[in-house]
């Protein structure tokens, strides 16, 4: 698979200068600008770079933790269900949790219903 790093490191560099910081809320669901990554690291879409991640762990004003959702259907002990995304059956990547920069989320689109988020957090303790 070929991946657009130049296109990526263009669209980098502008969110780096844009300096919005995002108001955020843990629990809640965005759209952020993951880019292109190496290997297996979970992608955003080849157009905008984006996908849809939870926010599991508040930071800083400036950064939080995040969990990138997927489609996919495969079956694995660290992809835990999260419910109906966008109009998409959704599952958390516990396995790529990672700390992001605000500046790479772009829209909110839900809050996770607090039963929902507990089971992710037990799933994301137990990988730890």
Not at 23 to 32: A, D, G, K, P, S
Not at 101 to 109: E, I
Request: glycine fraction near 6%; proline fraction near 2%; charge should be positive.
């Amino acid at each position: 698979m070929d991946k657009n790093f130049d296109s990526w490191n263009k669209v980098k560099k502008e969110l780096h200068m844009e300096g919005v910081v995002k108001f955020y809320n843990v629990r809640e669901v965005w759209w952020c600008a993951l880019g292109v990554n190496v290997g297996s690291e979970q992608d955003g879409d080849e157009k905008t770079f984006e996908r849809p991640v939870l926010i599991v762990k508040g930071v800083s004003k400036d950064t939080c933790v995040i969990v990138p959702l997927t489609t996919s259907k495969n079956r694995h002990r660290l992809r835990v269900d999260v419910g109906e995304i966008d109009g998409k059956y959704a599952k958390a990547l516990i396995a790529q949790l990672r700390i992001v920069d605000t500046r790479r989320l772009s829209n909110k689109v839900l809050r996770l219903d607090t039963n929902r988020f507990q089971i992710i957090q037990k799933s994301i303790k137990d990988f730890l």
